[in-house]
């Protein structure tokens, strides 16, 4: 093993990489028509941590070589994955200006002519394949689509310390912004040329809704609330992570059966669930000024999560609260006096703990390395986080 003072810092090792990531994302997401082309990139245009990219990024560098479809993994994976503009923009396709020359057919219609260039399509970097350094911008963009949505129904008017998308352009275009995204997304994905990373990708979005859909229902019943809670944890933050990093293990040739897709996925899955758990206790404790989006935002909408939980076995007073969905004035107070004065958010962060934990055990079947040894030092940045 490596030691805690020797694990290179993930967001340094690859942050090259990441940087790549980001920019290249803005071709991908470019429309001749301007008010898409703003929406579709305005939540790209904050800094964010990029956490999804890293991990599908670090555990491609982990696995790569490992699996036994690797050769083949490899030569498949220096193919064309740019999407030819005028085939990707169909808006281009049907929006002639007036010619100033008369161009032959052929010039005017060649859907080759034009490539979103993406320096990285080409060649492996970090030991990276390109198709899993598009597959790290496809979950981002998939990521980017449900905070447009999320930023709807929450009617959240920040994010990203910046002016939300629906406050800023209203909510219709803040929808078909993060449906354009989706489809530029799908498009994407099918140059991968897997359909089992396909299904799998495509699933993630399904578990984001039905995540959406399991929060937004009446509050179940106390014995089952600690399972809704996790299991929608897992649909709204950690399926992205988990599924994400297990596209990144096939496209890298591990095929069925080897343990490395299974490391993957468990990884991501431990991790989300320890990162929205964080999430929720920095609801509680943190503000607006280190978040870039308003605290205390999950009572007012509704939400009991993990300190709300913990709190209602040391006052069951908060129960009816919580069954009402902090609906009545003064609820929402009330309830976070209960929340303060139980231990709801310590023990919500020791089962972060436990989760950032699990996630770093199940990285035992990888060889040593620098990526493995960012990915533990990872699982401990996940529940040090302050924002
Ligand atoms: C942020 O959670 C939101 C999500 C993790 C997912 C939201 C999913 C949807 C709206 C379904 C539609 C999905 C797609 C792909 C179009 P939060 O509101 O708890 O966190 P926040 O404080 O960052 O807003
Ligand atoms: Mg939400
Ligand atoms: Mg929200």
New binding site residues.
């Given amino acids: 093993g490596i030691s805690t003072s020797t694990r290179p810092d993930p967001f340094i090792l690859l942050a090259d990489h990441l940087a790549q990531v980001r920019g290249a994302l803005f071709d991908l997401l470019g429309s001749s028509s301007p008010t898409l082309d703003e929406i579709a990139k305005y939540y790209f245009l904050q800094p964010s941590k990029q956490l999804r990219p890293l991990i599908i990024l670090l555990l491609a560098q982990a696995t790569n070589g490992l699996g036994k479809n690797w050769e083949k993994r490899r030569l498949e994976g220096v193919q064309d994955l740019d999407l030819p503009l005028s085939r990707a923009d169909v808006l281009n396709d049907f929006n002639p200006s007036i010619p100033t020359k008369t161009a032959s057919f052929s010039e005017k219609w060649d859907i080759h002519s034009t490539t979103a260039a993406n320096p990285t399509s080409q060649k492996e970097w970090n030991g990276i394949l390109p198709t899993q350094t598009r597959l790290a911008q496809i979950v981002e963009m998939?990521?980017a689509?449900?905070?447009?949505?999320?930023?709807?129904?929450?009617e959240?008017p920040l994010?990203r310390g910046a002016v939300s998308a629906p406050q800023a352009y209203g909510s219709k275009l803040a929808v078909l912004g993060?449906?354009f995204?989706?489809g530029r997304a799908s498009a994407a994905l099918a140059r991968l040329g897997d359909p089992e990373v396909v299904e799998l990708i495509a699933s993630?979005?399904s578990n984001?809704?039905e995540?959406?859909?399991l929060?937004m229902k009446e509050a179940p019943a106390p014995a089952n609330a600690w399972r809704v809670y996790l299991q929608k944890t897992y649909m709204?933050?950690a399926s992205?992570m988990a599924k994400g990093a297990r596209g990144a293990v096939v496209l890298g040739g591990c095929t069925e059966g080897e343990i490395y897709r299974e490391v993957a996925y468990a990884y991501g899955r431990n991790l989300g669930i320890a990162f929205?758990l964080v999430?929720?206790i920095l609801?509680y404790e943190a503000g607006e000024a280190t978040?870039g989006?308003?605290g205390g935002?999950?009572l007012q909408?509704g939400?009991a999560t993990g300190p709300a939980l913990f709190a209602w076995e040391e006052h069951p007073e908060i129960g009816p609260l919580i069954e009402r969905k902090f609906n009545q004035p003064g609820d929402v107070e009330l309830a976070r006096d209960y929340v303060r004065k139980s231990s709801g958010v310590e023990r919500t962060r020791d089962l972060a703990l436990a989760y950032a934990e699990q996630a770093r055990d199940v990285l035992v079947p990888l060889p040593d390395s620098d990526a493995k040894g960012a990915l533990e030092a990872l699982t401990g940045r996940v529940v040090k986080r302050k924002s």
Avoid: F
């Fill in positions: 998939i990521h689509a449900s905070l447009l949505h999320d930023d709807v129904i929450d959240s994010r993060g449906n995204i989706l993630i979005i984001l809704v995540g959406e859909i929060q709204k933050t992205l929205q999430d929720d609801d978040l989006k308003p935002a999950d909408l939400l």
